[in-house]
C-alpha cells in the first residue's frame, strides 16, 4: 500500500524555500532545509497536527540551517546531514541510504560539486528536492569553499539527469520562472545541463 503523503513547499522570508514531507496516516513528519522559515514551519507543523521525526539538511550552508536549533528545541527532532557536514547534526546519513517517516521513504543522493556535503531526496521515487545543486532553470554556484565544477558534473550528468523524466523538482532557491519543474523538462530548458563534456563543462562555470 502507497503512502499518502503530505506535502508542503514553504517561501516566508528571502528566496529560501523549506519543505514539509509527512505520512498522512502516521502523521510522522520531516522537514528538508529549515532555514529562516522555522516560524511558519511550526505553524504548518501543529496546525496539521504532524510530529517532527527529522530534520534534513541538503547541504550546510547558514541560509538551510538557520531554523534548525530552534525546530530541534519546540519538537525533538533529529538533525539530518550528509557525514561530511560541518553543521551540526544527530544522524549522518551516506549516498543510498534511506530514511522514512512513516512509510514515506526519502532516498539519499549524495550530489557534491556546491558543497562536498550536498545531497538530494528522492521521496518515493515521485520528488527530488534538490538544495543547491539543481534549479529551475541554473545548477549551483561552485566557486565557494568545498565547491566543485567537477563534481558538479558527476552530480548533474550522472546521478540527477539518469532519473526519470517525471521525477519532480523541488529546488531549494526560487531563482527560475516557476518554483517546481520535473527532471525531463530541465533536461530540455536548463542550459547548464546541455550536453558537454567534463572540460567543457569546467570552463562553462568558470565564466562569469
Given at each position: 500500500?502507497?503512502?499518502?503523503?503530505?506535502?508542503?513547499?514553504?517561501?516566508?522570508?528571502?528566496?529560501?524555500?523549506?519543505?514539509?514531507?509527512?505520512?498522512?496516516?502516521?502523521?510522522?513528519?520531516?522537514?528538508?532545509?529549515?532555514?529562516?522559515?522555522?516560524?511558519?514551519?511550526?505553524?504548518?507543523?501543529?496546525?496539521?497536527?504532524?510530529?517532527?521525526?527529522?530534520?534534513?539538511?541538503?547541504?550546510?550552508?547558514?541560509?538551510?540551517?538557520?531554523?534548525?536549533?530552534?525546530?530541534?528545541?519546540?519538537?525533538?527532532?533529529?538533525?539530518?546531514?550528509?557525514?561530511?557536514?560541518?553543521?551540526?547534526?544527530?544522524?549522518?546519513?551516506?549516498?543510498?541510504?534511506?530514511?522514512?517517516?512513516?512509510?514515506?521513504?526519502?532516498?539519499?543522493?549524495?550530489?557534491?560539486?556546491?558543497?562536498?556535503?550536498?545531497?538530494?531526496?528522492?521521496?518515493?521515487?515521485?520528488?527530488?528536492?534538490?538544495?543547491?545543486?539543481?534549479?529551475?532553470?541554473?545548477?549551483?554556484?561552485?566557486?565557494?569553499?568545498?565547491?566543485?565544477?567537477?563534481?558538479?558534473?558527476?552530480?548533474?550528468?550522472?546521478?540527477?539527469?539518469?532519473?526519470?523524466?517525471?521525477?519532480?523538482v523541488y529546488p531549494g532557491h526560487d531563482y527560475g520562472p516557476k518554483p517546481s519543474s520535473t527532471i525531463g523538462e530541465e533536461k530540455k530548458t536548463n542550459y547548464t545541463l546541455q550536453q558537454r563534456s567534463l572540460n567543457e563543462f569546467i570552463e562553462f562555470m568558470r565564466q562569469p
Amino acid at each position: 500500500m502507497v503512502a499518502s503523503m503530505f506535502f508542503r513547499q514553504i517561501q516566508q522570508h528571502g528566496d529560501n524555500f523549506s519543505y514539509i514531507i509527512a505520512d498522512e496516516t502516521s502523521r510522522e513528519a520531516a522537514v528538508v532545509d529549515s532555514s529562516y522559515n522555522a516560524g511558519e514551519v511550526s505553524r504548518i507543523l501543529k496546525a496539521q497536527g504532524l510530529q517532527l521525526k527529522y530534520i534534513i539538511n541538503t547541504h550546510g550552508h547558514s541560509d538551510h540551517t538557520a531554523g534548525n536549533t530552534e525546530l530541534r528545541s519546540i519538537f525533538s527532532a533529529k538533525i539530518v546531514a550528509h557525514s561530511q557536514s560541518r553543521a551540526n547534526f544527530d544522524l549522518p546519513v551516506q549516498d543510498g541510504d534511506t530514511i522514512s517517516v512513516g512509510k514515506v521513504f526519502i532516498k539519499i543522493i549524495h550530489t557534491p560539486g556546491h558543497t562536498n556535503d550536498s545531497i538530494c531526496l528522492l521521496v518515493d521515487n515521485k520528488k527530488l528536492l534538490t538544495g543547491d545543486t539543481l534549479f529551475v532553470g541554473e545548477c549551483g554556484r561552485t566557486d565557494l569553499p568545498g565547491g566543485s565544477s567537477k563534481s558538479m558534473y558527476d552530480s548533474l550528468f550522472n546521478k540527477l539527469s539518469k532519473l526519470q523524466d517525471m521525477v519532480e523538482v523541488y529546488p531549494g532557491h526560487d531563482y527560475g520562472p516557476k518554483p517546481s519543474s520535473t527532471i525531463g523538462e530541465e533536461k530540455k530548458t536548463n542550459y547548464t545541463l546541455q550536453q558537454r563534456s567534463l572540460n567543457e563543462f569546467i570552463e562553462f562555470m568558470r565564466q562569469p
